[in-house]
């Protein structure tokens, strides 16, 4: 696994923000925006509320993919391209 690291330094109460590009920027190389709770990627990827965890009880994702804190499923994006063959916001094809 290779962990990248981006440094972004912002003085506080300068009321300045990332830009679009930065925030894009962090979005893709931060690790963490690539785990979502099983009701979050449900949501984004418009699957109903229970699948994704209903997934997950099943072991339908790899070790790497999804794991258990508590009482809340995490899952990678990588593992929800793989079971659900797109990525995050794409609809599904229509037969």
Not at 15 to 34: A, C, E, I, K, Y
Not at 40 to 53: I, R
Not at 66 to 87: F, Q
Request: aromatic share 8%; proline share 3%.
């Amino acid at each position: 696994m290779i962990i990248y690291s981006v440094t972004i330094t912002i003085q506080r109460g300068s009321g300045v923000r990332p830009t679009q590009d930065q925030s894009w920027r962090l979005m893709q190389v931060n690790p963490l925006f690539h785990v979502f709770t099983s009701r979050e990627a449900a949501k984004k990827w418009g699957l109903s509320p229970n699948t994704v965890t209903q997934w997950c009880n099943r072991g339908k994702f790899q070790e790497d993919e999804a794991r258990k804190s508590e009482k809340v499923w995490l899952v990678t994006r990588a593992g929800m391209i793989r079971l659900t063959r797109r990525d995050e916001g794409t609809k599904k094809e229509e037969k």
